[in-house]
């Protein structure tokens, strides 16, 4: 048991130090020049989002980008309360070009046939998806045009914050999201990428149709953002970015409950088999065994009590890495690092990190009062 406690240390060790190397890589950037040359179709699905949506509209008004250089394209999927009469009411007297769109209906993948809906009937050469229960900054389409010009790509995917507040499971989801942009930034940096958001995530139309879209994907209920990134990073290599930069932080809601957040969890993990990234397999794999290690921590310790001291020390060193990873990402989006919600994270992430991996091997869940299945490739 030491020798397992002492390589899984070691490998989680240097992968998040190879993550933090990465992360340091990724230059800061901000805004350049002047120059407004870039045009831009946003894409935002929606179901039943009429909480949601005033506070992403009242964002998409405040935009600082000539209202004749993007459109808005809305697909509702389906809902049944206010959400269309909200958003018509509430940008019909604006300058904004949008229109609304009805999403097929009873599709496998409905994001996925959204997004691919909107696409077809936009009219930009760029297209950025986003959702419905997210705020979008008011430079955020300047800085993205400004990091199109300088570094021309035909993808990029940008940074994605939590809205939370002093309760524990938003602050849980806050720290986890935090993980997640340290390793998406950091896979950028150490030129393998790893993960994007489609939160905040723009690509062109060109590069979209040349890679086919989302087929061979639209089985798979969730990845619209994974599978398309994979596409691009077979097909465009060198022109895949990242834009760190804080003008381009899209701020999105955290789940309710831990039911949902399990099953959201699981709606991100039915994907995991069907990607066909290695590095993305061994980092997860690497990532539940450690977890999966602490869950049965209190086992081993009764099984091999000369062996305490080696392994919660094993869970130290987590602990530690863990913090400086986290820190990382808290000191760019600027939020007061929550030290107590994250010692109680390192209990509850192995417990839900365990659970969610359990469920996903059925890929059964249920998301936007829908059931899903996994799919078969």
Sequence with gaps: MIWVACILIASYFW????????????????????????????????????????????SLQHINYPSTHFEIIFVNDASIDASETIISDQLKNSSINFQILQNTPKQPSPKKTAIALAISASKN??????DADC?????????????????????????????????????????DNWSLQAVTVGSFGLGNVLLSNGANFAYTKE????????????????????????????????????????????????????????SQRVRWASKT????????KVLGMLVFSMNGFIVILPLAVVLWPQQRMVMVGVI??????DFFLLRKSAQFFKKQFPFLSFLAS????????????????????????????????
């Excluded at 088999?273 to 993305?280: D, E, F, H, L």
């Excluded at 130290?316 to 890495?321: P, S």
């Design 207 to 262: 590069a979209f149709q040349e890679v086919n879209g989302f087929e061979g994907n639209l089985h798979i209920a969730s990845g619209d953002d994974m599978f398309l990134l994979e596409k691009f990073k077979q097909q465009f290599p060198k022109e895949i970015g990242y834009l760190k930069s804080r003008n381009a932080v899209v701020t999105t809601q955290p789940v309710a409950s831990w039911k949902q957040l399990v």
């Design 273 to 280: 088999s069907s990607q066909k990234s290695i590095a993305s």
């Design 135 to 175: 705020t979008v900054p008011k430079n955020w389409l300047r800085v993205l045009n400004d990091f199109i010009l300088k570094t021309s790509p035909v993808c990029v995917a940008m940074p994605v914050a939590y809205q939370a507040n002093s309760s524990f499971i938003q602050r849980y989801q806050q720290l």
């Design 346 to 377: 390192t209990l509850v992430y192995p417990l839900v990190t365990v659970a969610v991996v359990i469920s996903s091997f059925s890929g059964s869940y249920v998301w936007k009062e829908r059931s899903f299945k996994k799919q078969q490739n």
């Design 125 to 130: 050469p760029w297209i950025i998806t986003t």
């Design 316 to 321: 130290f060193y987590k602990i530690l890495l």
């Design 15 to 58: 992968a998040l130090v190879l993550l933090y190397i990465g992360y340091n890589r990724v230059p800061y950037f901000s805004t350049v020049g002047t120059d407004i040359e870039t045009k831009f179709s946003i894409i935002i699905p929606f179901r039943n989002e009429a909480e949601n949506l005033p506070g992403l509209l009242k």
